[in-house]
């Protein structure tokens, strides 16, 4: 499935895009490691040679490999919660400046904090806007400066923008002046597979479980959840926590000593490919209580497999309009112990399809990739790889006009 390759010829005519900002592709943990793996594939089939620069201790292999005709090229970051996203950033634009590519794609806002460098060092740059990430519980003060400041500067030095999210568009307009183009995030059409193997051997009844995935990390609040599930007092029932802490901390020791002291909670770790096809497809209900959300990832593929869903009255929640059963006030467990016996009392496999079709409908991943592409038309139009790099007063130039060329 990975083959290991040579540098390849920057110079052939198709135009290149390098991704950075996030941990790698395939199969590594988080929302946007699923969006740029869905997107880099569709861009080569369209023509595009495709690059992401990821972070070597999350990858499989320490050397350039290729996967479904994208190029992973590991590049050295340090495993910290602190200092791993910028200076991974950091030296992957040094990487990136060095094969000129026609873009390079930034991705979340802690990465956009040096795309003043990026146009510094001569690269076309596109930044997309996961989240407002300043507003997740596990920052302090001054990683939130550090988030806001990275928020500013990709939206002001890039040459296009996009926000996954309408709240995160208008709010791009509103308080940096600055077009942003909405491109929500996306889900693939399901595998069609009726096997049960990875849930036996978790024993794990179908239908017979609640569904939470996502790392594990405070604005997923899977202590809410953990608490909820212990007052349905229901012993036939499990609650299945998938994913994992990028970084061992008090929050995970938390969450396993809650998950421990309380019976029918399992915690099955990251999961990808067969394993998580299972446990999306046999949910009877899915819940995501989640403080804080861009487009969430996790939610999408639970609808695009028809699963009965719960989540939190948040912005990013609200926009996708699930109807007013399938939230519950963030927070108020009580409510959301409410909200869970009153979903599984009622199943509604009838609406499974219906659900599934509507969500492939609205954010299937083909429309979704034109428009990027759309994007990167416009953020390439008038400028020529490889010609008159930026200098120090163009890029004074570029701060003058408002952040845009």
Same mark, same amino acid.
């Given at each position: ?105 930034? !991705? =979340? ?8 460098? #990026? ?5 076309? /740059? *596109?930044? @997309? ?117 990028? !970084? =061992? ?8 000593? #809650? ?5 029918? /909670? *399992?915690? @099955? ?118 010609? =008159? ?17």
């Amino acid at each position: 499935m990975y083959t290991l390759i040579p540098p390849i010829d920057v110079h052939a005519p198709a135009r290149k895009v390098v991704f950075v900002g996030l941990r790698g592709v395939p199969d590594i943990q988080g929302g946007i490691e699923t969006h740029v793996a869905a997107i880099s594939t569709r861009l080569v089939e369209r023509g595009w040679r495709v690059e992401v620069l990821g972070r070597s201790p999350y990858l499989r292999s320490r050397r350039p490999y290729r996967w479904k005709g994208v190029t992973v090229t590991p590049v050295w970051s340090p495993r910290s919660r602190s200092f791993e996203t910028l200076l991974h950033t950091a030296l992957s634009l040094f990487v990136a400046a060095r094969q000129n590519p026609d873009l390079v794609h930034i !991705h =979340a806002i802690g990465p956009a904090l040096l795309t003043p460098l #990026a146009r510094l060092l001569g690269l076309h /740059v *596109v930044v @997309t806007h996961h989240g407002c990430d300043y507003e997740r519980q596990k920052w302090g003060p001054v990683a939130r400066s550090v988030l806001r400041a990275g928020e500013a500067m990709g939206m002001l030095f890039s040459h296009a923008n996009i926000g996954v999210s309408k709240a995160i568009t208008d709010g791009v307009r509103r308080r940096f002046s600055v077009g942003a183009t909405f491109i929500p995030n996306g889900v693939e059409a399901p595998l069609a597979n009726p096997d049960t193997s990875y849930l036996d051997r978790i024993a794990i009844t179908p239908q017979r479980y609640i569904l939470s995935v996502g790392r594990i990390v405070e604005e997923k609040r899977h202590l809410d959840l953990i608490k909820a599930f212990a007052r349905l007092n229901d012993p036939g029932l499990r609650l299945v926590i998938t994913g994992a802490a990028d !970084h =061992a901390g008090a929050y995970q020791r938390e969450v396993e000593a #809650a998950a421990a002291a309380t019976s029918g /909670v *399992v915690m @099955t770790g990251f999961q990808y490919g067969d394993a998580l096809l299972q446990l999306y497809r046999h949910a009877a209900l899915f819940v995501l209580p989640s403080s804080h959300e861009g487009m969430p990832m996790a939610l999408l593929e639970a609808l695009s497999y028809g699963v009965p869903c719960l989540v939190s009255d948040i912005d990013a929640h609200l926009a996708l309009d699930l109807g007013p059963d399938s939230y519950f006030p963030l927070g108020a467990v009580d409510r959301l112990a409410d909200a869970m016996r009153a979903k599984l009392a009622v199943p509604d496999p009838a609406q499974k399809v219906q659900r599934a079709a509507g969500v492939l409908a609205a954010f299937g991943w083909g429309a979704i990739v034109d428009r990027t592409m759309e994007v990167y038309e416009s953020a390439l139009r008038g400028w020529k790889p490889g010609s =008159a790099r930026q200098t120090g007063r163009g890029l004074r130039k570029h701060v003058e006009l408002g952040g845009r060329r």
